[in-house]
T-cell receptor
């Protein structure tokens, strides 16, 4: 069975610091997609970043970047210059192209402290 | 405005009383999906649909039904709800399949007593 593991249930960092959220996954597939979604207290789910497994280059979106290590099956999210608005639950997700299923991790609750 | 809408947003019901949660998207997306979110368990996919009249089971389909008669709508049906289906439910849609960004609805908080 496909699994997505987020080993940090909760984290806190000071505003302006850099924080890294970890995500590992288990798969025998070669073609898939990885995502990080943010869920702020409003509950609205928002895409942060998307990575195509066949691309070696790490995806970036402004202050958000990933470290994608395909052989290690690792997909961590780095948030630079963290802001109070980054306080949210973050979910890592695996998109399996074989049958279009999507598997989410259990989430990491991130607190940005003033 | 491009969006996914769900109704109702909040629902309290009793065990065994059939209910339907509606989901509609106005982006002409092919792919639609239902998830449930529970504390400590993250989001789990219930059912998904790649197109009209095409539906597939996710990881937790037991106790749920779906239908996709029109491209824009993907209702979730609980024919005999039980307390273990108390959860936060999200509908989502995407341009095509699991490789694309999912656009989520605002969520439906369901309580079954």
């Amino acid at each position: 069975a496909q699994t997505v593991t987020q080993s940090q249930p909760e984290m806190s960092v000071q505003e302006a610091e850099t924080v890294t959220l970890s995500c590992t996954y288990d798969t025998s597939e070669n073609n898939y997609y990885l995502f990080w979604y943010k869920q702020p207290p409003s509950r609205q789910m928002i895409l942060v970043i998307r990575q195509e497994a066949y691309k070696q280059q790490n995806a970036t979106e402004n202050r958000f970047s990933v470290n994608f290590q395909k052989a290690a099956k690792s997909f961590s999210l780095k948030i630079s210059d963290s802001q109070l608005g980054d306080t949210a639950m973050y979910f890592c997700a695996f998109g399996r192209t074989r049958d279009d299923k999507i598997i989410f991790g259990k989430g990491t609750r991130l607190h940005i402290l003033p | 405005e491009a969006q996914v809408t769900q109704n109702p947003r909040y629902l309290i019901t009793v065990t065994g009383k059939k209910l339907t949660v509606t989901c509609s998207q106005n982006m002409n997306h092919e792919y639609m999906s239902w998830y449930r979110q529970d504390p400590g368990l993250g989001l789990r996919q219930i059912y998904y649909s790649m197109n009209v009249e095409v539906t597939d089971k996710g990881d937790v389909p037991e106790g749920y039904k779906v239908s996709r008669k029109e491209k824009r709508n993907f209702p979730l049906i609980l024919e005999s709800p039980s307390p273990n289906q108390t959860s936060l439910y999200f509908c989502a849609s995407s341009f095509g399949g699991s490789s694309y960004e999912q656009y989520f609805g605002p969520g439906t908080r369901l309580t079954v007593t």
